[in-house]
T-cell receptor, first 109, second 115 residues
Framework: SQQGEEDPQALSIQEGENATMNCSYK?????LQWYRQNSGRGLVHLIL?????REKHSGRLRVTLDTSKKSSSLLITASRAADTASYFC?????????FGSGTKLNVKP | SAVISQKPSRDICQRGTSLTIQCQVD?????MFWYRQQPGQSLTLIAT?????????ESGFVIDKFPISRPNLTFSTLTVSNMSPEDSSIYLC????????????FGPGTRLTVL
């Protein structure tokens, strides 16, 4: 069920900097969702963007979607040490969900 | 959002034994899924748990190894049978539907170690 790739695989930044993660996928989608996972625990849903949307904001998060390029990006602004986690994108195609390979973000205090 | 609980949260088991993981949701949901996440990896879908009928398994997963039940719209179980060390993973339950029909929500996961 893993159909996408995320890059970078790992990202290390200083607190206060912005972090950008990219997700590419292969098939048509209904929506794309971003999740955060801390230390192998459950996934926390961050934001959902539908296939007819191009950009969405939620607090310090900004997500873009380019269906022509089959890609999405997640921007975290003014990062904090607490943002340290793995981030996954997941695409929905009807009743199937496909996860990207994930980006490990390390925010240094 | 849906509130999902899983039991147990973690377990250490001997090879050859079986473990049943429970997933409980606080509201009726349309779809329930079971995923496996091996150490350092992304999520792999095991199956879709269908209410009142047999689960739909993904390629590489079979009912004899991962029997699944879903007796109602709020509860499901996944059994990992005849375990080997290769089954050591985090097992995650997820749901779609209920109050929000688009978003997939996840339980806290069950961390399984097989010796």
């Amino acid at each position: 069920s893993q159909q996408g790739e995320e890059d970078p695989q790992a990202l290390s930044i200083q607190e206060g900097e912005n972090a950008t993660m990219n997700c590419s996928y292969k098939t048509s989608i209904n929506n794309l969702q971003w999740y955060r996972q801390n230390s192998g625990r459950g996934l926390v849903h961050l934001i959902l963007i539908r296939s007819n949307e191009r950009e969405k904001h939620s607090g310090r998060l900004r997500v873009t979607l380019d269906t022509s390029k089959k890609s999405s990006s997640l921007l975290i602004t003014a990062s904090r040490a607490a943002d340290t986690a793995s981030y996954f994108c997941a695409t929905r195609n009807f009743n199937k969900f496909y996860f990207g390979s994930g980006t490990k973000l390390n925010v240094k205090p | 959002s849906a509130v999902i609980s899983q039991k147990p949260s973690r377990d250490i088991c001997q090879r050859g034994t079986s473990l049943t993981i429970q997933c409980q949701v606080d509201s009726q949901v349309t779809m329930m899924f079971w995923y496996r996440q091996q150490p350092g990896q992304s999520l792999t879908l095991i199956a879709t748990a269908n209410q009142g009928s047999e689960a739909t398994y993904e390629s590489g997963f079979v009912i004899d190894k991962f029997p699944i039940s879903r007796p109602n719209l709020t509860f499901s179980t996944l059994t990992v049978s005849n375990m080997s060390p290769e089954d050591s993973s985090i097992y995650l339950c997820s749901v779609v539907g209920g109050r929000n029909t688009d978003t997939q929500y996840f339980g806290p996961g069950t961390r399984l170690t097989v010796l």
